[in-house]
């Protein structure tokens, strides 16, 4: 399937992974079926990780984007689209204000990537985000869910050692949004290690032998470049 149009193509150019393991960009078909997006990107459980339309939508489609996939990317290439993208974030605005999760997710994600003429601001993306996870919406405590572990990396970055050893659990056991990640669990349980946490140092011992010797090279280089002094 094919859009007519050239703008699908460079719109699918932009968006191509070269990583396929999460699924893969795939053309939709928006100009027969108002309930799929011009592009989108599904992962192998038909879940949808990046919705992508193309042109103007209305903030009623935008909403009902926002509420099925986790993110929502426009693509306008008219003249016209400041004057219509003004439109559509004061209407996604009133709906989020009046606690509408899909128009508070939309905000969440323009906010943190700074698509569409949208100031990238990180403080306000988590605002929306918690929310929308506040008003009960799963994908809102998803998106929320994802800050607070952000927050607790630059914590275990600044070196707090039980956000050190909380990291390397979530790395280790994987959280939703979140891949396992033993060589990565293993350079922070080292960190913490280090810093003389029992815990983190019992980590170490279980997980040394499970790891491929080049990963645990990998893991203990970086953990030595850690120099921050580290904060109980």
């Not at 003004?86 to 128009?103: F, I, Y």
């Not at 918690?130 to 600044?158: I, K, P, S, T, V």
Request: with cysteine; net charge negative; hydrophobic share 45%.
């Amino acid at each position: 399937m094919m859009l007519g149009h050239c703008d699908g193509m460079a719109t699918f150019a932009l968006n191509v992974t070269a990583d396929e393991q999460r699924g893969k960009l795939e053309f939709a078909k928006d100009l027969w079926d108002v309930d799929e997006a011009a592009l989108w990107h599904k992962d192998y459980t038909d879940a949808i990780l990046h919705w992508i339309d193309v042109g103007q939508p209305d903030d009623k489609r935008l909403m009902r984007a926002a509420g099925r996939a986790e993110r929502v990317s426009v693509y306008s290439f008219a003249s016209s689209t400041p004057v219509w993208w003004k439109t559509m974030e004061s209407k996604l605005t009133r709906a989020a204000n009046l606690g509408e999760p899909q128009a508070q997710l939309k905000l969440a994600g323009l906010y943190q990537s700074g698509e569409n003429g949208v100031a990238a601001d990180l403080e306000e993306s988590r605002l929306w985000a918690r929310r929308a996870a506040e008003g009960g919406d799963a994908r809102g405590m998803h998106a929320f869910g994802m800050y607070l572990f952000d927050w607790l990396r630059r914590a275990a970055d600044q070196g707090l050692v039980d956000s050190q050893y909380n990291v390397a659990r979530i790395y280790e056991n994987g959280d939703e949004g979140i891949a396992p990640n033993p060589t990565q669990a293993y350079r922070w349980y080292l960190i913490a290690a280090r810093a003389g946490d029992p815990q983190a140092q019992a980590a170490v011992d279980r997980l040394a032998p499970t790891l491929p010797a080049a990963a645990r090279q990998t893991a203990r280089a970086q953990a030595e470049a850690f120099a921050l002094e580290p904060l109980a």
